[in-house]
């Protein structure tokens, strides 16, 4: 129980820190929900009833966003059905700059919560110029084979940078960000999770992956080999989806992390956060048993606007 106030007067804190308050470079977290949002159409619980009458401005797509200040640039990580709030709330984090959109977008699949948010670049919205967009070689191929992303391509809105598994790029004299492969449902792309390598910090995030036992890696090494990790946190356990088949959504459950990740000392498990929370979710809601379990555990949960110095 002491953890658990602990968690939340510092998640409290770190929610009021202001950029000039915080280190540069930064990370902030720009969103934590997975792909459809909170509330999920057609959703009839008691999850979000209520937040279709008034919706809580929080419950953001997941996205990460990346200041450096001194190299005046901004990076994002997805393009979420959010995209136009998270761009301009990295805009007003990075006072240097006025422009609208960030120096780059970084997408890890081609799941409609994490590069949907193109749309808003291309001629019936923004109408914007060659926007860096990063993604690895079956992403990028179905920006460009298929509409309407192609058009985005072909009138320049965004300009397509191929990266690679394991091979990491500099953003800038402080930054790096290095994706790696991951097993997911790649209907049409591959999906990748990231490192970001700052001047401190080295940071992982994986918001979407199978069950941790498809995987040819082995993430409590890698845990150990981070200063921080963000990872699937999709479904709290198997009541959540009662009437869906499992095999097309394998992602760990929350409650199978935390078996997986059980005998780490308290100074491991406190680097990971859960992240990309269905609107079922109850770790959506600080005040519920299971984000009290959780953070007793000694894990944490992401909120909307941390930041978290690199």
Request: hydrophobic share 40%.
């Amino acid at each position: 129980m002491l953890n658990y106030v602990l968690y939340l007067f510092s998640t409290f804190l770190l929610g009021s820190f202001l950029a000039q308050e915080v280190s540069d470079p930064y990370l902030i977290v720009l969103g934590t929900v997975q792909d459809a949002g909170s509330p999920h159409m057609g959703c009839k619980k008691k999850c979000c009833e209520s937040l279709f009458i008034n919706p809580d401005p929080t419950r953001m797509v997941v996205s990460l966003g990346i200041v450096d200040s001194e190299n005046e640039k901004t990076w994002l990580i997805e393009s979420t059905p959010d995209f136009p709030i998270q761009c301009k709330l990295i805009q007003k984090e990075a006072s240097f700059t006025n422009k609208e959109t960030p120096d780059g977008i970084f997408l890890t699949h081609a799941h409609i919560g994490h590069y949907a948010g193109l749309m808003y670049l291309g001629r019936e919205a923004m109408g914007s110029n060659e926007v860096p967009v990063y993604a690895m070689t079956r992403m990028k191929g179905f920006l460009i084979q298929n509409g309407p992303w192609n058009q985005l391509v072909n009138i320049r809105n965004i300009k397509i940078n191929n990266i690679e598994h394991n091979k990491g790029l500099k953003l800038s004299n402080q930054l790096r960000i290095t994706p790696f492969l991951v097993p997911h449902r790649d209907e049409y792309s591959e999906t990748v999770g990231y490192i970001i390598d700052g001047p401190n910090k080295k940071i992982a995030f994986i918001p979407d992956i199978d069950k941790w036992g498809k995987w040819n890696k082995d993430i409590i090494s890698l845990i150990k080999k981070v200063d921080l990790a963000f990872i699937d946190g999709t479904f709290y356990d198997s009541n959540e989806i009662n009437n869906r088949d499992m095999s097309e959504i394998p992602h760990p459950f929350v409650v199978e992390s935390m078996e997986l990740f059980k005998d780490l000392p308290l100074k491991e498990k406190a680097k990971i956060i859960f992240i990309h929370m269905n609107h079922t979710n109850p770790l959506l809601d600080s005040t519920t048993e299971q984000y009290r379990h959780v953070v007793d555990q000694g894990f944490k949960i992401a909120n909307y606007k941390q930041i978290v110095e690199l």
